[in-house]
């Protein structure tokens, strides 16, 4: 016996297209503002971004219209100029590099891509519009769309392994599946931090956290504290944030200083500013969003003139386990990059796919047995480290 609501049942009955939309015509499509309902990242994250991360990014979103010429939902989608070889630093490649004395846009495509500039994507599925029903509407009409905007490369940007099922669409119409740079996510469901070394960590480990912490607790008095609004103190987090991005061997998406304002301003249910002072003095901060039972670290940021002597990633990582367990989060979930001290505290990967595809099917035929061996993930050796690696693929 079906359990498939009329509404639904009746949706499937129906055919879709999807047209451009700009953020200025999104105020009279009315799906808008239930768009990732239910998640942390919801759509007045994406209007965040939209006012505060322009740069190289230009955004759009794809309106899903119905035969009747009603907006059922609305998908996120941006451009930008992207070097497919970027993961694995190609500039510091001599042979690319030579290349590109004389053809500087060798392996830089004008690219489209479907999900978030800062942040993992999802499908824009509504209640009565399934998400199944949204990847096949773009599936059928992207490269279309994608080539009227004199688009090279369609690249649908890390959506969680839930949708492989939903988007085998794509594959289908001549997208590669590889994964990102993957998410993690640590079990916090510990009665508190000391319990969590004792019963998740090695021995070694434990040992070795323990010593780092203990050092750090010696020569410092470091305070630490959590607002929903980092508004009064945007100015001390935004140099710490720089020490970061700039130390980082991959690049994406640089954030603003009216990022770290705005988010906190018009998403406080849903963001937590961590913020670590010596002093008067901020060392350290973390952005951190919350869902359901999860507790997100998003971005970091800290004062290297004093953050390795004072082993401070391990003292905020702490700190906000410690939080997390008191306000009764169940899991700690991170972002992607600096996998060795995520390993040897016990997180598991929680993966992330590309879905890419060429819009010449000539070049596309190449490009898809490409994919598998460019993307960063292939070659991080910490990563083949974790116990679940082989999910990535």
Request: proline share 4%; aromatic share 14%.
């Amino acid at each position: 016996m079906s359990i498939i609501s009329p509404v639904v049942s009746s949706a499937r009955r129906e055919s879709f297209s999807i047209s451009v939309v700009s953020r200025a015509e999104l105020s009279r499509c009315a799906p808008w503002t239930f768009t990732f309902v239910g998640t942390r990242k919801d759509y007045r994250y994406y209007e965040i971004l939209d006012d505060t991360l322009r740069g190289n990014f230009e955004y759009r979103y794809f309106a899903i219209v119905d035969n009747d010429g009603h907006v059922r939902a609305i998908q996120p989608f941006f451009l930008l100029d992207q070097d497919i070889l970027e993961g694995l630093g190609a500039e510091r490649n001599y042979w690319i590099s030579l290349v590109r004395r004389f053809y500087p846009r060798f392996l830089k495509l004008r690219t489209m891509m479907v999900g978030c500039s800062a942040g993992e994507a999802h499908l824009a599925g509504t209640e009565t519009l399934p998400a199944d029903i949204v990847a096949e509407t773009l599936s059928n009409g992207i490269i279309a769309q994608a080539r009227s905007l004199n688009v090279q490369l369609i690249v649908l940007k890390e959506f969680p392994t839930h949708y492989r099922k939903v988007l085998r669409c794509f594959v289908q119409c001549g997208f590669a599946r590889a994964p990102s740079m993957p998410m993690t996510v640590l079990d916090i469901g510990y009665d508190s931090f000391d319990a969590y070394m004792k019963k998740a960590l090695r021995s070694s480990s434990r040992k070795k956290l323990r010593k780092k912490l203990a050092a750090t607790a010696e020569i410092s008095d470091i305070r630490m504290s959590v607002t929903d609004d980092a508004t009064s103190f945007v100015n001390e987090i935004y140099p710490l944030y720089l020490q970061v991005f700039e130390r980082s061997k991959m690049q994406f998406e640089k954030l603003t200083k009216e990022f770290f304002r705005e988010i906190g301003q018009r998403m406080s249910d849903k963001v937590r500013f961590f913020a670590w002072r010596r002093g008067n003095v901020l060392v350290a901060f973390s952005l951190c969003m919350v869902q359901e039972d999860s507790l997100y670290a998003e971005y970091v940021g800290f004062d290297y003139t004093v953050a390795l002597d004072l082993h401070l990633y391990h003292y905020i990582v702490r700190d906000m386990i410690s939080w997390g367990i008191s306000n009764g989060y169940r899991w700690f979930r991170s972002s992607g990059l600096n996998y060795d001290p995520k390993l040897h505290m016990r997180h598991r990967l929680d993966p992330i796919d590309l879905y890419a595809r060429h819009t010449s099917a000539f070049v596309n035929a190449i490009f898809r047995l490409a994919l598998p061996w460019i993307v960063p993930a292939r070659y991080d050796a910490t990563l083949k480290l974790f116990p679940n690696y082989r999910e990535l693929w």
